[in-house]
């Protein structure tokens, strides 16, 4: 089971870009068995899927979030990482990296970030 | 899409019994996750593929799911246990498949 750490700023202007790492250790991001993703929850709030990408193959994003998103792999480094362009202050969240395990049609996360804080303010 | 209900909240005296649901249409045709979350931390897998525990998770926990109902289940509660907890699917009947969570459940330990 992979052991996953986010890193990036604490705090974003409003309309500019979020971006965040996930070093991932204790195994290989190009793996077949796992696929990297990003979970946020805003304060005091519930979990939200923001999207998801295997090593190989097209990235999964929220319907949502779609249009703002993306999510790219850097096997070199052996991370994966997320952009969200055009923030606003609904974008403040604890963001998580996650590893998952796709089965039988279904998807679950089986490994977290300790996760990481992102206000959005000016 | 798709939309998962939970109470927001469940309360239990230590040693008793908790039962946790997880409402969606025909969700019993899904496979159901379960997450716990304590108080500062990020949220762990308890139970996966309706039913199965990952290592480490103690045989207290239990899941089940059937018709529009999945259920947590924790038996012999502890202290420990108080924590959110969320359900999750994968939902594949739209265009755009992704990841649905619940608003989660905070279980109270009286």
């Known amino acids: 089971q992979p052991e996953l750490q986010e890193s990036g700023p604490g705090l974003v202007k409003p309309s500019e870009t979020l971006s965040l790492t996930c070093t991932v250790s204790g195994g290989s991001i190009s793996s077949s068995s796992y696929y990297w993703g990003w979970i946020r929850q805003p304060p005091g709030k519930g979990l939200e899927w923001v999207g998801r990408i295997y090593y190989s193959g097209a990235p999964y994003y929220s319907p949502s979030l779609k249009s703002r998103v993306t999510i790219s792999v850097d096997p070199s480094k052996n991370q994966f990482s997320l952009n969200l362009s055009s923030v606003t202050a609904a974008d403040t969240a604890v963001y998580y990296c996650?590893?998952?395990?796709?089965?039988?049609?279904?998807?679950?996360?089986?490994?977290w970030g300790q996760g990481t804080l992102v206000t959005v303010s000016s | 899409s798709y939309v998962l209900t939970q109470p927001p909240s469940v309360s239990v005296a230590p040693g008793k019994t908790a039962r946790m649901t997880c409402g969606g249409n025909n969700i019993g045709s899904k496979s159901v996750h379960w997450y716990q979350q304590k108080a500062g931390q990020a949220p762990a897998l308890v139970i996966y593929y309706d039913s199965d525990r990952p290592s480490g998770i103690p045989e207290r926990f239990s899941g089940s799911n059937s018709g529009n109902t999945a259920t947590l289940t924790i038996s012999r509660v502890e202290a420990g246990d108080e924590a959110d907890y969320y359900c999750q699917v994968w939902d594949s009947s739209s265009d755009h498949p992704g990841a649905v969570f619940g608003g989660g459940t905070k279980l109270t330990v009286l």
């Open positions: 996650v590893s998952g395990i796709a089965v039988a049609g279904t998807h679950w996360f089986d490994s």
